[in-house]
């Protein structure tokens, strides 16, 4: 019996290490900004596989274009404030474990064309094999990847904008074949205290097929957490990423661009930009009001924490990420009917998200629930701000129900 018992658990265990390997990803990271994946979703389907026309010789540059490398040397490049180092042979510059490269020039809104190659060699898996990336301002990140046959989470896989979103479909070549991305880039515009106006923007061609077109990005890229724009000058360097792979780049050209105008296709991001001003003042404006004479009041709440907050042992995003993250869901609330979707999507309370109190009780709950609870009206939404003694677990969008 127990030889049996121990077979069957070897079975189970074999069988969920299978799944893992087939599903890489994560179950734990924050919700992104729209609501329906997390970053890195191991359960997020997978672009279809377009395949590409063959690959052919270096694309020639525009006039216009701003050679950044021609496979003679590595002159507009450098490694932090030191000369790049990267390995320059047979007209194509290979990552060799010295780190990141990035631009002597700075550049704002552009058209860049760069060619890659993953190791013609396959060794690893997911993001072990062929890793590298195109970083805008040093923190916009363009995924590099062999995705060729080999199975990541959805927003890490070639030509997705990392931990954000993936794109149309995977336009891969094999191994060692070289490869193209056809980039434009619209830099973030910020006002002039330092608030964010209009996300970034993004339209790619990988090998030829339409990747992304006019995608907005939640802010800088991360690693299993969520994005965020901090203020920044209006151009940059772009960095070339060492992850530890030999990739190959040749024939790296840009065009610098003046793109004006508003965006063709509509971002959640700005909507949470003018969210965040509203947010703010309700706070001040509710926290201004006379409290409600009712006696007693039912509330519903959405809890946004951080790592570090008070029994809070399973998040894992920073405070001002959780910060973020309210006035992107706060912008929600203000247009959503249903509630309840927007508790069980994020919130991290444990209970059941629903409170009744009077003013005798209030003292019990966190003190922030009846500061602002017993200033709303029935319909009413307000915002309690962390706070470490009136709201120590984070972030509370309330809405007053009864």
Sequence with gaps: MKRTISSALVSILAAAQAVAQSSPGYTDTPMLPDGKWRVHDATRPHPPIVEPGPASGPAPAPKDAILLFDGSGLTEW???????????????????????????????????????????????????????????????????????????????????????NPPLVNACRKPGEWQTYDIVFRAPRFGPEGGLQQPARVTLFHNGVLAHLDRPMWGATAHRSLPAYKAHAPKGPIKLQDHGNPVRFRNVWIRELELSGTPAVPSATPVAVEAKKTMDQTIAELMAKPEVADDSITVQHVLISFQGAPRMTNVTRSKDEAKELTERVWAKALTASDFKGLMAAYSNDTGPGEYPMTKATRSQMVKAFGDVGFRLKVGEMGVAPWDASASPFGWHIIKRIK
């Design 78 to 164: 450098r490694s932090n404030d030191n000369e790049a180092k990267w390995a320059v042979a047979d007209g194509c510059m290979t990552v060799n474990g010295t780190g990141d490269i990035r631009t002597t020039r700075e550049f704002g809104d552009c058209q860049l064309h760069i060619e890659w190659a993953s190791p013609a060699k396959v060794e690893g898996e997911s993001q072990g094999r062929g890793n590298s990336g195109v970083f805008f301002f040093e923190r916009y990140e363009v995924q590099i990847l062999d995705s060729f046959e080999n199975v990541t989470y959805a927003d890490g896989q070639a030509g997705s904008l990392y931990g954000q």
